[in-house]
T-cell receptor, first 113, second 112 residues
């Protein structure tokens, strides 16, 4: 998985609780992404980062925030988890944007009860 | 708007036969079209990609064709094997938005 780890790999939480997912890379790539994967929807971009402290929204960013204080770490936070945020979350990295290949982590399965 | 449509959603082929998955995209400015394979419980992995300056690219049993005029591209897998069973995703870049849009996926099953 191209030097990408995600933690935790599985999490069950209750509605209304905060949740933070972590993505860690050892490739020193500039770009990092958070996607969610749901049946019938493929992979949808939540947020991405183009450098330390530089982030932008994706197509499904409502209810999520991100932070990147170091090149190697990209955090995804659900401030108050809802059942609609039950999903599998994938982190990806790339050297550049657009035409550069994205490499994916192993995923985090999140269940919000 | 930005959209990538992928068909079929499921595909079952006899081992040894060929499989074809098709995608269409909406942004005429797209220049990069990767294909990913996702096995159960794992993250998507790039298997082949094509850029807009070529019409076809081949890597052993896998090939991708691109028709920019019609805005569609296809993945071809020949001599299918059991290990080809997985979910396949196409994608297209939308450089104006600095992102890649994914299709909804095709679950490919290889029958013995």
């Amino acid at each position: 998985d191209a030097g990408i780890t995600q933690s935790p790999r599985h999490k069950v939480t209750e509605t209304g609780t905060p949740v933070t997912l972590r993505c860690h890379q050892t490739e020193n790539h500039r770009y990092m992404y958070w996607y969610r994967q749901d049946p019938g929807h493929g992979l949808r971009l939540i947020h991405y980062s183009y450098g330390v402290k530089d982030t932008d929204k994706g197509e499904v960013s409502d209810g999520y925030s991100v932070s990147r204080s170091k090149t190697e770490d990209f955090l995804l936070t659900l401030e108050s988890a809802t059942s609609s945020q039950t999903s599998v979350y994938f982190c990806a990295i790339s050297e550049g944007q657009g035409l550069d290949t994205q490499y994916f982590g192993p995923g985090t399965r999140l269940t919000v009860l | 708007g930005e959209n990538v449509e992928q068909h079929p959603s499921t595909l079952s082929v006899q081992e040894g036969d060929s499989a074809v998955i098709k995608c269409t995209y909406s942004d005429s400015a797209s220049n990069y079209f990767p294909w990913y394979k996702q096995e159960l419980g794992k993250g998507p992995q790039l298997i082949i990609d094509i850029r807009s300056n070529v019409g076809e690219k081949k890597d052993q049993r896998i090939a991708v064709t691109l028709n920019k005029t019609a805005k569609h591209f296809s993945l071809h897998i020949t001599e299918t094997q059991p290990e080809d069973s997985a979910v396949y995703f196409c994608a297209a870049d939308y450089s104006s938005a600095s992102k890649i849009i994914f299709g909804s996926g095709t679950r490919l099953s290889i029958r013995p």
